[in-house]
């Protein structure tokens, strides 16, 4: 199945359809010289991107007046707004006891929300092929390849994350296409090149068993018109769509990708930390630059060490494969109040969380599992 690069083309079968789309890669890096800076492998390498000095020295904060900053308290009409609004979001869901339940308690706690959003660049780089279609090539002849990371291309804006594509300069050659030898086709594998094909309905024999009269199909012939390559015997080579020729060259792939750490403050009620880790929170403290200082000084403890931890694992996991090209790290305030409530002899709970007050709740006591027809 290795296919043969060279010119001569006789004895090969040229009905074989393996797929083989970086077969001469060896090759073609023989023939780069300019690249030194690709290393052989498996057809993809990645990077290192150049490191960035930080420049900026870490700058005492002052903390007393964001402490002084207070989230509103819920209140027992704002809870029951927040749980209505709730149940008739929810078809299975009755708003009578959510209307006539009894509010005994109302405890409030806030949280402390810390998130990290890296936005870093990767880019790597890998052999690929497109069938030849015009006439110029860009290749080593025009001068050296420019090294991956001296390559300017546009940034997408500040994490937005997106990939895209790029042929690098310099790096094309043209070569006969590997996968039909440079015929721009080969045989019908249906017909073996005949463009005719065994009649269906009579199976060859002309006629259908037990039946004297000719196929009809086929006019009695046996044979019909291939369906394959309706009856032309050959088949465009995919792979270079008929041009006979692949222009190969080096692509650039580029990555723009968020990282985002997350951490909310321990709490003793028993509402999903992935809800809260969702929440809508007041905006406490926001620090945004090219690189971003662990917080040391919160009063929070747990924050400090959150931010330090943060940015020491986003540090770790991009490290050396991508280039951080912005950071932000907020402190939010995450409002959470537990609801006690009675309806109908019994005593329950709900979560009235985040300052756009979702709720969340266990055991709604009006609820139906009616496969959502009662409304
Ligand atoms: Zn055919
Ligand atoms: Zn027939
Ligand atoms: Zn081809």
Redo the contacts with the bound molecule.
Sequence with gaps: MDPDLSDEDSVVDLSFEAESPLAPLAELLERLPSCDWLLQGDGQQIFFPPSEAPGRPQEPRCWSSFLEHRVPVVTEEVAREALLSFVNSKCCYGSAAAGNLIIQELKPQTLCRYRLETFSESRISEWTFQPFTSHSVDGPHRGASPRLWDIKVQVPPMFQEDTRKFQVPHSSLVKQCHKCHGRGCYKCSGCHGAGLAR?P??S???RRARQPRR?Q??S???R?RCSTCSGRGSKTCATCKGEKKLLHFIQLVIVWKNSLFEFVTEHQLDCPAELLAKAKGENLFKDENTMVYPIVDFPLREISLASQRGIAEHSAALGSRARVLQQRQTIELIPLTEVHYWYQGKTSVYYVYGTDHKVYVVDYPERYCCGCTII
């Design positions: 009649c309905s009579c060859g024999a002309k196929c199909l086929c009695g012939s046996g019909r």
